[in-house]
């Protein structure tokens, strides 16, 4: 969407999943933030996914979301980036 916020969930080349975020990386992620993005993700992502998912959105919400921030989840990565 040109001209506002927007973001995706998608997979990338290789099957990974991929969160786009326009703007700014928010500093705090809120409760609605989380399940908005919980929202999104349940598109492309099967049940377990989704968890895992969920678990690390929850563990990048205490302690911060900033570029180069990784967060594991039962060997699952999250990665931040910024660009």
Sequence with gaps: ?????????????DGESVVLFSGELPEVLTDESVTGLLDLAAAILDTEELTLFHTCLLALRANGMRAGRRIEADGVVLTVYEG
């Design 1 to 13: 969407m040109h001209g506002g916020p927007a973001t995706a969930v998608v997979r990338g080349p």
